[in-house]
Antibody
Framework: QVQLVQSGAEVRKPGAAVKISCKAS????????MHWVRQAPGQRLEWMGW????????KYSQKFQDRVTLTRDTSANTVYMELSSLKSEDTAVYYC?????????????WGQGSLVIVSS | QSVLTQPPSVSAAPGQKVTISCSGS????????VSWYQQFPGTAPKLLIY???KRPSEIPDRFSGSKSGMSGTLGITGLQTGDEADYYC???????????FGGGTKLTVL
């Protein structure tokens, strides 16, 4: 079945960067866009942006525009999310989620999540 | 403050029915499909309803969705204690050029 497996938990100091991976399996990787969503402790889901796994085009939420970079490695069926200039408020679980085929309408499936802790 | 407004919590007894609303605007729900996600504590969200009212094959028909104007609604009948979770609505917002989620609703089955 379609599966997204993310990298493990990370601990970073304020001002550092973190890069999380999301490996896809059981579907044609380049045919779907991948989104990233984060959830701070006890908070709502927050959309960060997406990458077209086929051509590498990206679109970012205005909130994260200056700090997030999404990339993909088609040979490894893997998408990466890098967040820079980390602050304590970036402590959250980060999820990748596959978009439906075609224009954006829903996300399924989701990765298991990667916890990022930002602390001095 | 979320672009989509959901009640923070709802509750009902086992076997009863509950509805969760998701209110938006013409730039989001009014012109795009609504999807719903179920999230248990410590786990990833799971797609529950897509394109306003469609269910993935593995989702029981106790779950339903609808949309009217600028609001979407999730309905759950025959409530079970295992339905206790957080529920989020989501859609594309054309004005923001961004995907938006509701603030989430915590369902308690008393």
């Amino acid at each position: 079945q379609v599966q997204l497996v993310q990298s493990g938990a990370e601990v970073r100091k304020p001002g550092a960067a973190v890069k999380i991976s999301c490996k896809a399996s059981a579907y044609t990787f380049t045919s779907y866009a991948m989104h990233w969503v984060r959830q701070a402790p006890g908070q709502r889901l927050e959309w960060m942006g997406w990458i077209n796994a086929g051509n590498g085009n990206t679109k970012y939420s205005q909130k994260f525009q200056d700090r997030v970079t999404l990339t993909r490695d088609t040979s490894a069926n893997t998408v990466y999310m890098e967040l820079s200039s980390l602050k304590s408020e970036d402590t959250a679980v980060y999820y990748c989620a596959r978009q439906n085929f075609g224009s954006i309408r829903w996300f399924d499936p989701w990765g298991q999540g990667s916890l990022v802790i930002v602390s001095s | 403050q979320s672009v989509l407004t959901q009640p923070p919590s709802v509750s009902a007894a086992p076997g009863q029915k509950v509805t969760i609303s998701c209110s938006g605007s013409s730039s989001n729900i009014g012109s795009n499909y609504v999807s719903w996600y179920q999230q248990f504590p410590g786990t990833a969200p799971k797609l529950l309803i897509y394109e306003n009212n469609k269910r993935p094959s593995e989702i029981p028909d106790r779950f339903s969705g609808s949309k009217s104007g600028m609001s979407g609604t999730l309905g759950i009948t025959g409530l079970q204690t295992g339905d206790e979770a957080d529920y989020y609505c989501g859609t594309w917002d054309g004005s923001l050029s961004a995907w938006v989620f509701g603030g989430g609703t915590k369902l308690t089955v008393l």
